[in-house]
């Protein structure tokens, strides 16, 4: 999908009817490339969008973007100084991310969302999609030191980041 689309998708995820024209001024793009994108959010995001003359665009169902400052609000001390939360608004897979940045040196404790997950990886290699607002998909890069057995470090991390996505999700469904 296109960049134009998920900007244009920013425009229409308050739920209210936003005309081309405004949308086409607000990005510095062509009216008719904002059709093109609220096309493309319908077929490859299977989102509806209500298209109506004189009065323009709307999201059959509005939604709220994960937001880093509203999940670093909802942190304790210990885990925002432990953990760090980056966005994307699409990958492929958030854990093949953060293993290349893991090759290249990545950020102890980082947390990688993201709003729309192609390709992930479950388990067993098994490959599945998330769609746009439907679910909250994140991984974490940790690296572990030889002081704590791992599966005792696996039940502690699990709580930390899981809390305030789960937060945020619950502001975004509501």
Same mark, same amino acid.
């Given at each position: =999908?296109?960049?134009?689309?998920?900007?244009?998708?920013?425009?229409?995820?308050?739920?209210?009817?936003?005309?081309?024209?405004?949308?086409?001024?607000?990005?510095?793009?062509?009216?008719?490339?904002?059709?093109?994108?609220?096309?493309?959010?319908?077929?490859?995001?299977?989102?509806?969008?209500?298209?109506?003359?004189?009065?323009?665009?709307?999201?059959?169902?509005?939604?709220?973007?994960?937001?880093?400052?509203?999940?670093?609000?909802?942190?304790?001390?210990?885990?925002?100084?432990?953990?760090?939360?980056?966005?994307?608004?699409?990958?492929?897979?958030?854990?093949?991310?953060?293993?290349?940045?893991?090759?290249?040196?990545?950020?102890?404790?980082?947390?990688?969302?993201?709003?729309?997950?192609?390709?992930?990886?479950?388990?067993?290699?098994?490959?599945?999609?998330?769609?746009?607002?439907?679910?909250?998909?994140?991984?974490?890069?940790?690296?572990?030191?030889?002081? =704590?057995?791992?599966?005792?470090?696996?039940?502690?991390?699990?709580?930390?980041?899981?809390?305030?996505?789960?937060?945020?999700?619950?502001?975004?469904?509501?």
């Amino acid at each position: =999908m296109s960049e134009h689309a998920f900007a244009v998708l920013r425009h229409l995820s308050d739920g209210r009817f936003h005309s081309g024209e405004d949308i086409a001024q607000a990005l510095g793009c062509s009216r008719t490339l904002v059709w093109q994108a609220v096309h493309a959010i319908e077929s490859e995001l299977g989102l509806t969008v209500f298209s109506v003359r004189g009065q323009g665009y709307k999201l059959a169902q509005p939604f709220s973007w994960l937001d880093v400052a509203a999940v670093r609000a909802g942190l304790d001390e210990a885990a925002a100084e432990t953990f760090t939360l980056a966005v994307a608004e699409r990958t492929d897979s958030t854990n093949s991310q953060l293993m290349a940045r893991a090759g290249n040196g990545g950020l102890h404790g980082l947390v990688l969302a993201c709003e729309l997950q192609t390709a992930g990886r479950g388990r067993l290699g098994r490959r599945w999609q998330a769609r746009l607002g439907a679910g909250l998909t994140f991984s974490l890069l940790w690296r572990f030191n030889r002081g =704590m057995p791992s599966w005792q470090a696996c039940l502690w991390l699990w709580g930390w980041p899981w809390r305030a996505l789960c937060a945020a999700w619950a502001r975004r469904c509501s």
